[in-house]
């Protein structure tokens, strides 16, 4: 078990080292104040299990009472899923301090940093990373390759639950209107198109690729997390949507294959992919049009994929040194990573 140093905050350094570009929430910074509270108040060190963000031990015991009586007084499920995301995340700062790099999120004998490629991405394309709290610094998540590859201002982290990244998301995507905004979701449920058809109709394509042009910009929103959770969290952007515009997101279906990490981490079907699968697919669909074949979009996916071939053999490698399999039996509910 991991018993870390008591600090009653996050600074903004240490926050944005790990991969985002907000204030550190208000939120997450009263949970691990109340965590270094209660670790006086009991007397008993605050520790981490082996995979450093779940608490354990003596203090787990205590904190999983309190932490449950607070939730149970929180009066509507809007203040509930704040302090649901704020503790998942506070738990895992706290717990992978001195343990995973904050670049990669690997742990540092195992960092891959030094071996993915930066490539800038074309000014005409926002990616963002709408990340659950659970998937936040996973070892084997695949949305952070995005800002690894990219920076995060072209590729930005907005965790779910946290009304700061969250407002922060909104208002640059109301700042660039509907029109210019789609959602990659895989829903038989949901009206989506390709990506020809739904970027390639947009009346801004052609002022958009225009030589000089540097102001207008593609949204593009990833879902970052479990199968199970995904649907929740599309919901929660299509409520938004509709708060803000009185209509949906535009959503986009893409035509990919299997993922790179599918023998690591299989999905419920072949047709769904990891995180980073999705980007790459959608800047080679994006590239396909012919407005924009000219931005060198390609060249783009492939530094993804290269990436993502570092991160699987990293993962990889890490498994057999420590003797676990390095293939994993198929799951009906698991990972969009």
């Not at 608490?55 to 015991?61: D, H, P, Q, R």
């Not at 904050?102 to 990340?131: A, F, N």
Request: hydrophobic share 35%; glycine share 6%; charged share 25%.
């Amino acid at each position: 078990m991991a018993e870390i140093e008591s600090n009653t905050s996050v600074t903004v350094q240490e926050w944005q080292g790990w991969g985002s570009i907000s204030p550190v929430p208000s939120i997450v910074n009263q949970v691990i104040l109340d965590l270094n509270l209660l670790e006086k108040e009991i007397v008993s060190p605050m520790t981490f299990g082996s995979n450093h963000g779940k608490l354990s031990g003596e203090f787990k015991v205590y904190e999983d009472k309190k932490h449950r009586a607070k939730y149970a007084c929180l009066s509507n499920s809007e203040e509930k899923l704040q302090f649901f995301s704020a503790r998942q995340i506070a738990c895992r700062l706290l717990g992978s301090r001195g343990y995973l790099c904050q670049k990669c999120w690997l742990p540092l004998e195992d960092c891959m940093c030094s071996r993915v490629t930066v490539c800038p991405l074309w000014h005409g394309v926002r990616i963002w990373l709408y990340m659950h709290p659970k998937d936040f610094l996973r070892q084997n998540n695949t949305g952070k390759l995005l800002w690894q590859v990219f920076g995060v201002e072209a590729a930005s982290l907005c965790l779910y639950g946290i009304a700061e990244h969250e407002n922060m998301m909104w208002n640059e995507l109301n700042q660039a209107g509907r029109n210019k905004v789609w959602c990659l979701y895989p829903n038989k449920n949901a009206e989506t198109e390709s990506v020809k058809d739904s970027v390639g109709c947009s009346e801004n394509l052609r002022r958009l690729a225009a030589p000089g042009n540097k102001y207008d910009t593609m949204h593009f929103i990833l879902i970052d997390g479990t199968w199970s959770n995904s649907g929740a969290m599309f919901r929660r952007l299509q409520d938004r949507a509709k708060s803000e515009w009185g209509k949906e997101l535009g959503c986009i279906s893409l035509n990919t294959g299997a993922s790179l990490m599918h023998k690591l981490r299989p999905q419920p079907s072949w047709d769904r992919t990891c995180t980073a699968a999705a980007a790459i697919g959608l800047l080679y669909e994006l590239q396909l049009i012919t407005e924009l074949s000219s931005f060198g979009l390609d060249k783009q996916a492939e530094a993804i994929e290269n990436a993502l071939e570092v991160l699987l053999e990293a993962l990889t490698a890490r498994r057999l040194r420590m003797g676990r399999s390095v293939s994993r039996r198929e799951r009906h509910s698991t990972d969009i990573c």
